[in-house]
């Protein structure tokens, strides 16, 4: 696609996500309500980026003056969006986030009304409508300031909590700081005081180091963010990292039965498909992104799926990963069952990936040498995945082995054939 990636619209603000783009987009919004003929009302939140307010006052100039009247909850959790989108049936619901990246990044995607992430066909007829120029008449619609409906988001996430144990959260300084405040009253909430410039920055998700630290010197359990709180990582009181996949082998045990399908990606751990296949649960492998595990889910009628990084979508609950919305969940499993996390992970023996980035040249091609030695590793046992990021200018390595050592050196021999 030209403009859309894995996760909507994404690029630092002035030099990749540029102003002009921002303006096709929202020229192509205008072109989509009247084609589909939808109720023009646009529900609209961001997270804690300072270029969020810019981002937004650039589309709803033409918005408003072309009929689109625009809601606007202000700085919250994609999820939050995501299900306030459904709640309230609105057409669309715009999440101005660049999620995980750094705040220099920003971007922007939608839901549908279903709260799901807008397919690839939706993207496909707005980068057309983005491409092409159109004549709309002037008729001016409201902006309405729709903050207060935060608060039924809250409530639903308030009505599922069975447990308050002692943990800690990780906001990563992003658009679940305020919810998480609310939802979790007895928690030591950290990395929640945002500024617009800090969302991300050694906190949360992205950097679980320091949640780790505060779990060790504390002896509680933690859990992390990211910028907009779709993902969700945990931390136990002795410092072993929980991610995607080890969660939701510990979700396959409270909610798949026998013969029920889990959507992983290509770079789900190997061990996981190894202890779903001792309990009979199928396993389907999505590219990457929330959105490819949905459509797989969708197409193998599976309740459960995600990524290693922390997507996990739930669907008995949401049609979006939703980082709070999990750790929830996980408490209460936590808090019912009376078990360590460690204990609920029993069973679960995971390989070792070892993964690094390389900034990447648009034209890049394998050459022969490195396809050669993918073939020979991979006759020795290793799982290899080389692929463009859909996020960021850099090409994704990683070299998986039941051997942490092995692994580690096949890495380095494609690193240095490709470079």
Do not use: W
């Not at 804690?48 to 307010?53: E, G, V, W």
């Not at 999440?95 to 220099?104: F, G, R, V």
């Not at 008449?137 to 909590?161: C, Q, V």
């Amino acid at each position: 696609m030209k403009y859309f990636g894995t996760d909507g619209i994404r690029g630092v603000v002035g030099e990749t996500l540029t102003k002009s783009t921002i303006k096709k987009l929202s020229r192509a919004l205008v072109k989509f309500y009247k084609t589909h003929k939808l109720k023009p009302v646009l529900l609209v939140g961001n997270d804690s980026r300072i270029s969020s307010d810019y981002i937004l006052s650039l589309m709803q100039t033409t918005l408003l003056a072309r009929g689109v009247e625009v809601h606007n909850v202000g700085v919250c959790s994609s999820p939050c969006l995501a299900y306030l989108t459904r709640k309230f049936a609105y057409p669309l619901g715009m999440m101005i986030s660049a999620s995980h990246n750094p705040h220099e990044y920003n971007g922007i995607k939608f839901f549908n009304s279903a709260g799901e992430k807008i397919s690839e066909q939706t993207e496909l007829e707005l980068e057309r409508f983005m491409d092409k120029k159109f004549e709309f008449k002037t008729d001016f619609a409201l902006f309405k300031n729709k903050e207060n409906l935060k608060a039924d988001y809250i409530n639903f996430l308030r009505s599922i909590k069975k447990h308050n144990l002692p943990c800690v959260i990780d906001c990563a300084f992003g658009g679940a700081s305020d919810i998480a405040k609310l939802v979790f009253p007895t928690a030591k909430i950290i990395n929640h005081l945002y500024t617009g410039k800090n969302i991300n920055l050694n906190a949360g998700c992205t950097h679980i180091e320091f949640l780790r630290s505060i779990c060790l010197q504390e002896q509680k359990i933690g859990f992390a963010f990211d910028g907009d709180a779709d993902r969700l990582l945990a931390v136990d009181e002795h410092g072993e990292i929980y991610d995607g996949d080890k969660i939701m082998f510990i979700f396959s045990q409270f909610f798949q039965n026998e013969g029920n399908t889990l959507v992983g990606t290509i770079y789900s751990n190997m061990g996981l498909e190894k202890a779903l296949t001792k309990r009979k649960i199928k396993f389907e492998r999505a590219q990457v992104g929330d959105k490819m595990v949905y459509k797989k889910m969708s197409e193998t009628n599976a309740s459960l799926g995600g990524e290693n990084s922390g997507h996990i979508i739930l669907k008995q609950f949401s049609n979006t990963g939703d980082g709070v919305l999990n750790a929830i969940i996980l408490m209460n499993i936590l808090g019912t069952t009376k078990k360590s996390l460690k204990e609920l992970t029993a069973g679960y023996t995971e390989y070792f990936q070892a993964q690094e980035n390389l900034k990447m040249n648009k034209n890049f091609e394998l050459n022969e040498n490195t396809k050669t030695l993918i073939d020979k590793f991979e006759d020795l046992g290793a799982r290899i995945i080389i692929r463009s990021s859909g996020t960021e200018p850099v090409l994704r390595l990683m070299v998986e082995h039941k051997d942490k050592q092995t692994a580690t050196k096949f890495l380095e021999f494609l690193k240095s054939s490709i470079e």
